[in-house]
């Protein structure tokens, strides 16, 4: 399947990528494969697809989680319960180079989609499926939302405060799952590739160049929680999450200003702790006080550095405390609300925002973290539910009638009207 006109240099240009995704994390992954070049074909359900869509209509009418996670790709609307549905997938597979599904628990073997049978039909294909908790365990048959798996590994119990835990407020599980599948398929492909043009000899039928690949929102979280299983393991203890701080060092958190506005101070190491008593809070004796005098000893008398550093903030505005913190080598931050960050100098300076068009018109997207010196990220639309099932569906070979039958039995959506940005 030809990709439609990548961007030069795009990392990934001409690889297909045929995405059965739900919500965040498979999108998250799809959308940043797309960001780098590949072809994505999003398949969906006809009655609504995608259940992200609906999630609310704060963007033009769109949901923010739909719009955020799937620019720069195609929705095809098929039924995938239906015959012709699955025979329609299958072409689009044999013209693919990677796999991507999220759906619900044994939802892919119903649909013969099993490792073993991709592996058969479709050797050179990567496929990655992303579940809860892993293809087995005693878990492995539960739903899995992001809530819900960061509750299981012990995010939560690590977030907020004792006695009131929290869940981070953006959806870590999903996005870093997807971040972990993207890293994971790229190795795929590098690995496939890379394989076949080192390897000269004729290959068989049953030779298998691409990869079965599986990862779970539960592993991926399980991994995120590193340092705390670390320390639970060896300590023998639960570390009390402490809000704006952090269990791990000291002083470390957020201080009120005399201006009304909050500050985020830290210190990671000894050297920073001297400056920080000494040219900032001008506290010689907190320097000099062998209790304070290494990060332990401070995280064991948090309480008395953070008075002093909250009676020095408090009397200051905080321009002047972070332009005393900048002189003296001191990280330093402003707490800053979501509606805060859409204007932010650091963003809007260095051009990070771009315009993409949605089905219901244009609107600011942030460019992918990665920026790859002579690579413009296409930053494609977001696509209306089944705006390119007619277009696919010719590139397989489907006539106009086929499509029209196809259309009548309900096995794909309606013919979508109207044009993406318009």
Not at 65 to 87: M, P, Q
Not at 191 to 215: F, L, V, Y
Not at 355 to 380: H, K, N, R
Request: proline letters at 8%; hydrophobic letters at 40%; a negative charge.
């Amino acid at each position: 399947m030809a990709p439609l006109d990548p961007p030069a240099a795009a990392p990934l240009a001409g690889i297909t990528v045929i995405a059965l995704e739900q919500a965040v994390s498979a999108p998250m992954c799809t959308r940043v494969l797309a960001d780098f070049g590949a072809r994505v074909i999003k398949v969906e359900h006809p009655a609504g697809g995608d259940f992200a869509r609906h999630y609310d209509d704060v963007v033009l009418g769109q949901a923010a989680h739909f719009v955020w996670v799937n620019r720069g790709k195609e929705s095809i609307a098929l039924d995938l319960k239906t015959t012709a549905g699955l025979d329609i997938l299958h072409r689009l597979l044999s013209r693919a180079d990677v796999l991507v599904s999220n759906l619900a628990p044994g939802a892919t073997a119903r649909l013969g989609l099993s490792p073993a049978a991709l592996a058969e039909r479709y050797p050179s294909l990567v496929a990655m499926e992303i579940d809860g908790f892993g293809r087995d365990g005693p878990l492995s048959h539960k739903r899995a939302y992001d809530l819900l798996v960061q509750a299981e590994a012990g995010v939560c119990a690590v977030t907020g405060t004792a006695g009131q835990p929290a869940k981070p407020g953006p959806p870590v599980a999903d996005v870093t799952t997807g971040l972990y599948a993207a890293l994971a398929i790229t190795m795929g492909l590098y690995r496939r590739d890379a394989g076949a043009s080192a390897d000269p000899r004729p290959r068989n039928a049953e030779a298998r160049n691409g990869a079965d690949m599986a990862i779970s929102l539960f592993d991926t979280m399980a991994e995120m929680m590193g340092y705390h299983l670390t320390y639970a393991r060896h300590a023998g203890v639960d570390q009390i999450p402490l809000g704006m701080s952090s269990p791990a060092v000291a002083p470390y958190g957020a201080y009120p200003t005399a201006d009304g506005h909050t500050v985020v101070l830290g210190t990671t190491n000894d050297r920073e702790w001297q400056r920080l008593a000494t040219t900032v809070l001008q506290r010689p004796d907190l320097a000099a006080d062998t209790r304070f005098r290494t990060n332990s000893g401070r995280t064991a008398h948090r309480a008395e550095l953070d008075a002093a550093i909250t009676a020095w903030c408090a009397g200051h505005e905080l321009v002047e405390i972070q332009q005393i913190a900048d002189s003296a080598g001191i990280g330093n931050a402003r707490y800053n609300r979501p509606s805060e960050v859409l204007a932010h100098p650091q963003l809007e300076q260095r051009g990070r925002w771009r315009d993409i068009d949605t089905p219901a018109g244009p609107i600011p997207s942030l460019l992918p973290p990665a920026v790859v010196t002579g690579y413009a990220p296409p930053m494609g639309p977001v696509p209306d539910l089944g705006a390119d099932t007619d277009r696919l569906l010719s590139e397989i070979g489907c006539t106009a009638t086929e499509i029209e039958r196809l259309r009548a039995t309900a096995v794909i959506g309606e013919q979508v009207r109207t044009e993406v940005g318009t």
